[in-house]
Every structure is written in C-alpha cells, then in structure tokens.
C-alpha cells in the first residue's frame, strides 16, 4: 500500500502564499504523476496541477502563473507553491500520486486526506 502525508494548509489573506507538501510511503514500485486536485464546498474535485515522470506539468487555467508543482523524486515528495493567493482558491486540497507497487502491477490512484486551505478578502 501506499500512504499520502500532506502538509502546509492554512489561512492566509488575499495575495498570501502557502506551500503544500505531500510525502509518499510504503510500497512504492514507480510513480507515473504526482499531482493536486481541490473541492470547494458544494462543487467538484478538480485537477489544480500535475508533474508526470518526465517532469512534465499541466495547470488549470485559473492558476496558471500563479502555482507551480514540483517534486523531489528521491523523496517521493510533490511540492504546490501558491502564491497570489485569491479568496477563490479557498478548498480542500487533495494530493494524488499514480503509482505501481510492483513491477507487474497497474498504477492506480492514491489520495491524500486533504488539507484545508483558506484565503480570506
């Protein structure tokens, strides 16, 4: 199995910055992409940003130049740096990895618990 540790929620006024960490543990084979989703309440969980193996990135239209996604691979570590934070970016966020136990395994999905983070006007 495979276990997400986020960290680096809170609250933060409008323009602010936060970070976000999520660690990765257990049995790890390989990790295909490693990336952020958020749920505002009452909406869906939605892709903020992604990095594939190759390092490859992908944003959401509404945090492009804002957020940027990186990772520490020897770590199995992916990092969100959120700056010019906006009250709209206020959400649970959620880490996501796609990852193989095993050499002869499917990737599939892993989730973190979430962490809150709250911009304030």
């Known amino acids: 199995q495979v276990q997400l540790v986020e960290s680096g929620g809170g609250l933060v006024q409008a323009g602010g910055s936060l970070r976000l960490s999520c660690a990765a543990s257990?049995?790890?084979?390989?990790?295909?992409?490693m990336g952020w989703y958020r749920q505002a309440p009452g909406n869906k969980r939605d892709l903020v940003a992604v990095?594939?193996?190759?390092?490859?990135?992908n944003y959401a239209d509404s945090v492009k130049g804002r957020f940027t996604i990186s990772r520490d691979v020897a770590k199995n570590t992916v990092y969100l740096q959120m700056n010019s934070l906006k009250p709209e970016d206020t959400a649970v966020y959620y880490c996501?990895?796609?990852?193989?136990?095993?050499?002869?395994?499917?990737?599939?999905?892993?989730w973190g618990q979430g962490t809150q983070v709250t911009v304030s006007s």
């Open positions: 257990g049995r790890i084979f390989s990790i295909n992409s």
């Open positions: 990095i594939t193996s190759g390092g490859s990135t």
């Open positions: 996501n990895q796609y990852a193989r136990t095993a050499p002869v395994t499917k990737p599939i999905n892993y």
